[in-house]
């Protein structure tokens, strides 16, 4: 029962994305391809509000923090060194009969068992101990492990020495540039390099909507430091990254941490504290603070044969920083955001959908409308403070479609916080009507107090 509410919750949301213009699925019109999706005009603004408010909080407001924008595209030598071709792999088991391929630790999730701390071999014996059967009801094989890089050939050649890969993390990026920022800016130590942009993973089960896509966008920081400071480094992160949540508007009380244990952390990682959130689907990872250790730039020194070493300022004193990493998904904020902020309510006897979204986040600040889109002289005030509230906030609708109650259900829809009216007093007084989304009052301003 519990599933089905949570299930509900979860189509109405998708629906009203769709129907609204936040997120479709992409490639609709040719059916669709599994585990990608595309923005919407509103989506697009809401995703951008997110990524620059996250760029402010991490990047901006701080001075030991620079920005970087690599290639997707990168030397299949990165992908090696970094672990990444050997083991960043998903179980994978196959429907005996129809040959449906399924992650294992999804079958078994599915199934009520809980894989954490599992290997694939006790993952395969759960299966047959519990008779568990693919969701066409036919036995499954044993698992294998399946590469969740998208491999690509560089130019016009097709051979080994061509391959690439769509970079499944956006952290290679900054590695592969760390000596560069260091020897252009010469930053003192802790000192942090951040990106945001896309990644890929061939996801074997791509699902719940944008939370599991195969093309989604990462914000990442690689923060550098002496190998002996790097918990003090881990706590200020993760109360950052608490901080960032918070002005997301994401309540306090839906979010958890996971201090994730040795076997199920990234090959790289000696400390993993995910930061989990009540979805409507259940408690998943919503971004994750990794102790990356030497790990990468140890790799990069060895492969590329390029010295890697940070030499403190004015000393003799070399050594290879370690790093801790936080690491965002764009979607999975953005879905805590659209799914914390749904709200359904009741206004004057009929059923009322809104997003309750922070101001700063909300994809448009204000709707103006003119009463009757039929008078001239209304519609020509209306566009005069149309203009004026552009001007100021950019983020700024005009809507004149249906009678006044259907704007605001549709505002209310999309979370614009206040929707403002010019009637025939507007003319008069210079003052507008400003109807509130979340009270659903409304007050007079004056044009000028806007
Ligand atoms: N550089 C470290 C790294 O990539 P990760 O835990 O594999 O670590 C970091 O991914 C974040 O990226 C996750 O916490 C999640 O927010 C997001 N993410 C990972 N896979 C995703 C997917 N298939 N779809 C959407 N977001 C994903």
Redesign the pocket.
Same mark, same amino acid.
């Given at each position: 029962m519990a599933k089905e509410i949570k299930n509900q919750a979860m189509e109405s949301i998708i629906s009203l994305a769709k129907r609204r213009g936040f997120i479709y699925q992409g490639s609709e019109v040719y059916g669709g391809l599994s585990?990608t999706w595309d923005y919407g005009p509103l989506g697009v603004t809401l995703k951008r509000n997110i990524m620059n408010l996250w760029w402010r909080h991490f990047v901006e407001s701080r001075d030991d923090m620079y920005g970087v924008d690599a290639a997707i595209l990168m030397n299949q030598k990165v992908w090696k060194a970094s672990g990444h071709v050997d083991t960043f792999v998903d179980p994978l088991c196959e429907d005996t009969v129809n040959h449906r391929r399924f992650r294992t630790d999804h079958v078994l999730k599915d199934n009520g068992i809980d894989p954490d701390g599992m290997t694939m071999e006790q993952m395969d014996a759960a299966i047959i101990e519990n008779g568990i059967k693919s969701v066409d009801g036919n036995p499954l094989s044993s698992s294998r492990t399946f590469n969740m890089m998208f491999k690509t050939n560089v130019g016009a050649t097709f051979d080994e020495n061509s391959v690439s890969y769509l970079r $499944? %993390?956006?952290?290679q990026g900054i590695f592969t540039n760390y000596k560069n920022v260091v020897d252009n800016f010469y930053p003192d130590l802790p000192f942090g390099i951040a990106q945001q942009g896309k990644?890929f =993973?061939n996801?074997i089960s $791509?699902r719940d909507f944008?939370? =599991?896509? =195969?093309e989604?966008?990462?914000m990442?920081i690689e923060y550098f430091v002496r190998p002996e400071k790097w918990e003090e480094a881990f706590d200020e992160l993760l109360a950052e990254t608490h901080l960032f949540l918070e002005s997301l508007g994401l309540p306090k009380e839906a979010i958890h941490e996971l201090d994730v244990p040795a076997e199920d952390r990234?090959h790289y990682s000696k400390k993993?504290i995910?930061?989990e959130f009540d979805y409507p689907i259940g408690k998943e990872?919503?971004?994750?603070i990794?102790y990356r250790t030497d790990f990468d730039l140890g790799n990069i020194q060895r492969d590329s044969g390029r010295n890697m070493e940070y030499t403190i300022k004015g000393t003799n004193e070399k050594f290879i920083p370690h790093v801790i990493?936080p690491?965002?998904?764009? %979607?999975?904020?953005l879905m805590a955001v659209l799914t914390s902020s749904y709200r359904e309510d009741e206004v004057n006897g009929e059923k009322r959908v809104y997003l309750q979204l922070p101001e700063h986040l909300a994809p448009v600040k204000y709707a103006v409308s003119p009463l009757l889109k039929n008078k001239p002289e209304l519609v020509a005030k209306a566009r005069e403070v149309y203009s004026l509230l552009k001007k100021k906030h950019g983020a700024v609708m005009w809507d004149d479609n249906g009678n006044i109650g259907k704007r605001y259900r549709r505002q209310d829809e999309i979370g614009t916080p206040y929707c403002v009216v010019v009637d025939f007093d507007s003319l008069e007084d210079d003052s507008v009507t400003v109807r509130n989304r979340d009270t659903t009052e409304q007050t007079r301003i004056a044009i000028s107090q806007l």
């Open positions: 585990g $499944p %993390e956006t952290a990644a =993973r996801e $791509p944008v939370f =599991r896509s =195969r989604f966008e990462q990442e990234a993993t995910d930061i990872e919503l971004m994750g990794a990493e690491s965002f998904g764009v %979607e999975r904020a």
